[in-house]
């Protein structure tokens, strides 16, 4: 899925950030991050719950975590103080509030499903004779 926020676009397939066409290196966490916010921005993320979900429940300190938060901030262009992509709910979480724009691309699945038109696949034939 490619998320589209600002002139930002965020592909959970490829794993890749990008700003105005252009890949923005983040580290996996980072992106994981990220991706885990945008993901659930209809609600605030506990940190617990990130942790759990980017971490996979392993025990890590509140520095480590902070950081990846602060690169997620700092690689679409916020900040702590700014608050204006990712914002801060004191012992709470955190929540996605930039603008996802309807270009959202959706998967390939779901396109499939949404189709008026009908359609054939092709598949290759395999000789299953000795």
Request: hydrophobic share 40%; aromatic share 8%; with cysteine.
């Amino acid at each position: 899925m490619i998320y589209r926020f600002d002139a930002f676009s965020l592909d959970t397939e490829s794993l890749e950030l990008c700003q105005d066409g252009v890949a923005i290196p983040v580290e996996p966490q980072v992106f994981s991050v990220l991706a885990y916010l945008i993901e659930n921005r209809d609600r605030v993320v506990g940190k617990d719950e990130l942790i759990d979900a980017v971490w996979d429940g392993r025990a890590i300190s509140d520095g480590a975590s902070n950081s990846r938060i602060n690169g997620a901030r700092r690689a679409v262009g916020d900040d702590g103080a700014a608050q204006s992509v990712i914002k801060t709910f004191t012992r709470r979480g955190f929540r996605f509030v930039g603008s996802i724009s309807d270009g959202a691309t959706p998967e390939p699945d779901q396109m499939a499903a949404h189709s008026d038109k009908p359609s054939i696949a092709v598949l290759p034939f395999g000789n299953l004779s000795n």
